[in-house]
């Protein structure tokens, strides 16, 4: 389960929901697996690495076994990416702590700003396999 980098995010975000649809689009080789925070296979995976399995505040990154988060997990997804996304590493001069503070401002607010599902996204038939169950 574990041989790809895997995506843990908020399933019922409608803002995170489409920051994992553009990572789909984007990521044509095929890198990724994601699973929602929510489901089944997320939880484990929360379970397994010591993380709160009750706050879904944080994108997750699990990549070689080492749990990545907020704007550092988002910027090692975007150095996966196609050649062009990959400036976004500039964005690593500027302090976790910093970077951090605006994840958690636009976290808390995402719900407000962007809406919320009732339930997590259900990928396509075509995009099944790169979920986890």
């Excluded at 995506?7 to 929602?36: E, M, Y």
């Excluded at 808390?108 to 962007?114: A, D, H, I, L, Q």
Aim: charged share 25%; hydrophobic share 40%; net charge positive.
């Amino acid at each position: 389960m574990e041989e790809h980098p895997i995506i843990l995010f908020d399933g019922v975000c409608n803002f995170c929901n489409s920051a994992i649809n553009f990572v789909l689009k984007q990521d044509k080789k095929g890198i990724f697996r994601f699973a929602p925070l929510q489901s089944e296979a997320g939880q484990k995976l929360l379970q397994q690495y010591h993380l709160s399995t009750k706050e879904f505040n944080s994108f997750v990154l699990i990549d070689n076994g080492k749990v990545y988060k907020k704007s550092t997990a988002s910027l090692r997804v975007m150095n996966q990416l196609p050649w062009y996304w990959k400036e976004a590493q500039i964005l690593r001069i500027v302090p976790t702590a910093f970077r951090d503070a605006i994840y958690d401002f636009i976290a808390k607010n995402r719900y407000k700003w962007f809406g919320k599902r009732e339930q997590c996204m259900v990928p396509t038939a075509e995009l099944r396999s790169r979920f986890l169950t």
